[in-house]
């Protein structure tokens, strides 16, 4: 009797890890997954000079779609203005940059969130931001 109460009290401890193991491989591959959108749509946005409604928009469905998110959760920061190609050196290296943030929640970071985290603590959030030299010609 006394190794039954030992192993109930283990085992949701020790089923902990495989749990924790399983959030981390979908996080992993949610994050990869985002990754990979954001590129494709940076080079779309690289290309026209600036992220247009048609590539937000695409990104954004794209992701909540995947990820099974709302889409007003995704946020894309990024300059909507067009932004043409420097056929001469910038010293200040500030013209011709396209900037953008993307803020994407893909879910909890801990298994038994409750049981070891506080409340509302426990969401996980990709941000992606950087810069990237506009392709469109004046």
Do not use: W
Not at 20 to 39: C, G, K, L
Not at 62 to 72: D, H, N, Q, R, V
Not at 85 to 92: E, K, M, Q, V
């Amino acid at each position: 009797m006394k190794q039954f109460i030992v192993l109930a009290a283990v085992l949701p401890l020790m089923l902990l890890f495989v749990a924790q193991y399983a959030i981390d491989q979908r996080n992993h591959a949610a994050t990869a997954f985002v990754e990979e959108e954001v590129r494709a749509a940076c080079e779309e946005a690289r290309s026209a000079g600036c992220f247009t409604s048609e590539i937000r928009e695409r990104l954004v469905r794209s992701i909540s779609g995947k990820l099974g998110i709302p889409a007003a959760s995704v946020s894309v920061e990024a300059d909507d203005s067009v932004v043409y190609r420097l056929n001469y050196f910038d010293s200040t290296g500030e013209r011709g940059l396209i900037r953008y943030k993307i803020t994407v929640p893909i879910g909890p970071m801990t298994a038994y969130s409750g049981f070891l985290s506080p409340a509302g603590r426990n969401e996980r959030t990709v941000v992606i931001a950087g810069t990237m030299a506009s392709e469109r010609l004046p």
